[in-house]
């Protein structure tokens, strides 16, 4: 008989109990909507320093850019995506929501005078895919895993930091003397990987991001050939690891927004 190989469970992924282990884990009640759930384990987040990551051009079939520009819709309870992130035509149940409010009860809707109010607006975001190098462990195979950033594209324009998903785009839009882009993110030749340092100061709500590009050119497929075939077989065009949600999920969703008797009362108007 051969015998049984037993593996065990990363502890980054199991769920400790508070205080002794008969405790109830905590679970959040925070839904994130935006990536399908097969690839909610592929967000990225910088950690604190500085990383080095190769950005993925679009991945065929794939009709969009290396980078998706996103409408999200946030609220206290989770975030999904606006319909209009793939369909520019796209409408969602929170417009319809947003509507009856300016209409019937403007003073329930976010603003400066009530920043309490309900928010029912998008916001702009950037998804894209990334490469990155795990940590060496002394042992030859694979090194390279593939990630999603999902990242706030806001520019700071009313004050504040600019979000680091808008610092990636900006970066790769900045062009030399001649006109011509620094470097081309849709080339998998010739684009340089991306350096990005992220300080977070004691005390500072948002991070800060500096960000700058390699001085040569990083092959997308010097990354690849260091890659198991399983994290090979995740990357996908963008519009298929995003989740729209349909009209039914996104009334549920609203619920999270405001009390589920206003929520009816919409619901019934529209």
């Not at 409408?71 to 947003?98: C, E, M, Q, W």
């Not at 991306?194 to 990083?218: F, N």
Request: charged residues 20%.
């Amino acid at each position: 008989m051969t015998p049984r190989t037993i593996q065990f469970s990363n502890p980054q992924s199991v769920i400790a109990a508070a205080g002794s282990p008969w405790a109830s884990p905590h679970r959040s009640s925070f839904v994130d909507a935006i990536l399908k759930p097969e690839y909610a384990n592929r967000l990225h987040r910088f950690p604190v320093g500085p990383s080095t990551v190769r950005v993925v051009p679009a991945v065929c079939p794939s009709t969009r850019d290396w980078i998706l520009g996103a409408h999200v819709l946030a609220y206290p309870g989770g975030r999904h995506l606006h319909p209009r992130t793939l369909n520019p035509g796209g409408k969602s149940v929170f417009d319809i929501a947003y509507r009856w409010l300016r209409k019937h009860q403007p003073e329930a809707l976010f603003s400066k005078m009530a920043p309490q109010g309900y928010r029912l607006l998008a916001d702009p975001y950037s998804i894209c895919w990334i490469l990155e190098n795990l940590p060496d462990t002394g042992t030859t195979g694979p090194k390279t895993s593939c990630k999603l950033i999902v990242a706030s594209a806001y520019d700071g324009h009313r004050g504040g930091v600019a979000g680091i998903g808008h610092l990636i785009w900006k970066l790769f839009e900045e062009k030399d003397h001649t006109g011509k882009p620094l470097a081309d993110p849709s080339d998998p030749e010739n684009c340089p990987h991306l350096m990005v340092d992220r300080v977070q100061p004691t005390g500072v709500r948002y991070p800060g991001y500096s960000l700058r590009l390699g001085r040569s050119p990083s092959p997308i497929g010097d990354w690849l050939a260091r890659m198991a075939p399983e994290e090979l077989d995740v990357l996908r065009p963008l519009e298929e690891v995003v989740h729209i949600p349909a009209p039914e999920e996104e009334w549920m969703l609203l619920q999270k927004v405001m009390p589920v008797d206003l929520v009816d009362r919409i619901r019934d108007a529209s």
